[in-house]
């Protein structure tokens, strides 16, 4: 069983910076594969960035490329979701997402409300 807990949500100018947390308990943080997915208010779910635990090859979704940047702390068990020129269409429900034998699991969610 993996437990996932996001953190770092809050509201923010547009123009602004925030960093998401997120830390994933369990024996075996190697082998996982860990991705950000967000639900913006009244749309479905979609994928924000992924890594995998050795801090490998990112991928990142078009709408926040160049402006995102995902990273990984093994020694905390921890990624890190590092979002700067927020925008409004930015805001969302953000969740962590764990892949790891071929199970997923998920984090409550943190809401990121970009405004003015």
């Known amino acids: 069983e993996v437990q996932v807990a996001e953190s770092g949500g809050g509201m923010v100018q547009p123009g602004g910076s925030l960093r998401l947390s997120c830390q994933a308990s369990?024996?075996?943080?190697?082998?996982?594969?860990m991705a950000w997915i967000r639900q913006p208010p009244g749309k479905e779910r979609e994928f924000v960035a992924a890594?995998?635990?050795?801090?490998?090859?990112?991928l990142y979704s078009d709408s926040v490329k160049g402006r995102f940047t995902i990273s990984t702390d093994n020694v905390k068990n921890t990624v890190y979701l590092q979002m700067n020129s927020l925008k409004p269409e930015d805001t969302a429900v953000y969740y962590c997402?764990?892949?790891?034998?071929?199970?997923?699991?998920w984090g409550q969610g943190t809401q990121v409300t970009v405004s003015s």
């Open positions: 369990g024996d075996a943080f190697s082998g996982y594969h």
């Open positions: 890594i995998p635990w050795d801090g490998g090859v990112t």
């Open positions: 997402n764990v892949y790891y034998l071929r199970t997923e699991y």
